[in-house]
């Protein structure tokens, strides 16, 4: 069955970084797009970044340039390094994947800029 697993969540200070990754398993990982998603308390879950098959990116604008999502095929993973956070992206952070038609989504991650 797919499965997806999220990391690397936790507390960081404003301005600083965390990685963030999701390992991926049940698919054929290497063609998959892959996203990064974030719902904040009391808002909808918002598309962060995500990243297709091929490589290529899209992001959302809040993040443009402090956030930066990667894959590695060989370990069915994805990433999403993120500098310069600020407390507006305190949230959980999930990753999803769409298989035959299906969203499929992790558990989550938590993440909470704060000083």
């Known amino acids: 069955q797919v499965q997806l697993v999220e990391s690397g969540g936790g507390l960081v200070q404003p301005g600083g970084s965390l990685r963030l990754s999701c390992a991926a398993s049940?698919?054929?990982?290497?063609?998959?797009?892959m996203g990064w998603y974030r719902q904040a308390p009391g808002k909808q879950r918002e598309l962060v970044a995500a990243i297709t098959k091929d490589g290529s990116t899209n992001y959302a604008d809040s993040v443009k340039g402090r956030f930066t999502i990667s894959r590695d095929n060989a370990r069915k993973t994805i990433y999403l390094q993120m500098n310069s956070l600020k407390p507006e992206d305190t949230a959980v952070y999930y990753c999803?994947?769409?298989?035959?038609?299906?969203?499929?989504w992790g558990q989550g991650t938590q993440v909470a800029v704060s000083s």
């Open positions: 049940g698919i054929i990982f290497s063609i998959s797009t």
């Open positions: 999803k994947v769409v298989w035959f038609g299906v969203d499929y």
